[in-house]
């Protein structure tokens, strides 16, 4: 399987601190995204890291990518309560034909 | 802008009972088209992805079926529904690869 695994399953942090969330895959990629999911939405997406970049920013949100290792990280810097949702990577593989693997996801709380 | 709309919203089913989830988008031309289902509290499970009209691949034996009968509508349907089919439907559509925008999605409970 291709699937991407989040680390940690669940995490709980308060406002003002940074949360780290973990990503790790299994075959070559042409991509991978992050997602966030607020309780029974739907998915917004983040940021996109192709194979050939190391480090992407988007305001608050930090994506690395080491195509060595198969992981990429998602660093939320200076969270609020608003970043409490699910965060979600998906990775367009080789061969995948335009398709998404998500991971099982990371439970993000932040309380005041 | 794009815009995707999916309905019903929620829907509360019989086991037995036929199924059609409804998803289309608003401007743009020629996307491809995605069904997922997430059961609770565990992530995406792609079931059907189109390419065109009429074109459907299945990633996941099951007795749902999905038809793309217009450019920019995807329906997701049942003739005969299971309790194992209970979940959280999300339609998708994505510009010929790369990100992809979900709809609100649809909870389906069979009971």
């Known amino acids: 399987s291709q699937q991407g695994e989040e680390d940690p399953q669940a995490l709980s942090i308060q406002e003002g601190e940074n949360a780290t969330m973990n990503c790790s895959y299994k075959?070559?990629?042409?991509?991978l995204q992050w997602y966030r999911q607020n309780s029974g939405r739907g998915l917004v997406h983040l940021i996109l890291?192709?194979?050939n970049e190391r480090e992407k920013h988007s305001g608050r949100l930090r994506v690395t990518l080491d195509t060595s290792k198969k992981s990429s990280s998602l660093l939320i810097t200076a969270s609020r309560a608003a970043d409490t949702a699910s965060y979600f990577c998906?990775?367009?593989?080789w061969g995948g034909g335009n398709k998404l693997t998500f991971g099982t996801g990371t439970q993000l709380k932040v309380e005041l | 802008s794009q815009t995707i709309h999916q309905w019903p919203a929620t829907l509360v089913q019989p086991v037995g009972s036929p199924l059609s989830l409804e998803c289309t988008v608003e401007?743009?031309?020629?996307?491809?088209l995605y069904w997922y289902r997430q059961a609770a509290g565990r992530g995406l499970q792609l079931l059907f992805y189109?390419?065109?009209?009429?074109?459907i691949s299945s990633e996941v034996p099951q007795n749902l079926s999905a038809s793309r009968p217009q450019d920019r509508q995807f329906i997701l349907s049942s003739k005969k529904l299971l309790l194992s089919d209970s979940g959280f439907y999300l339609c998708?559509?994505?510009?010929?690869?790369?990100?992809?925008?979900f709809g609100p999605g649809t909870r389906l409970t069979v009971l």
């Open positions: 998906a990775t367009d593989f």
């Open positions: 075959t070559s990629i042409n991509n």
């Open positions: 890291i192709r194979s």
């Open positions: 401007g743009t031309s020629n996307p491809n």
């Open positions: 189109s390419v065109g009209i009429g074109q």
């Open positions: 998708a559509w994505s510009p010929q690869g790369d990100t992809q925008y």
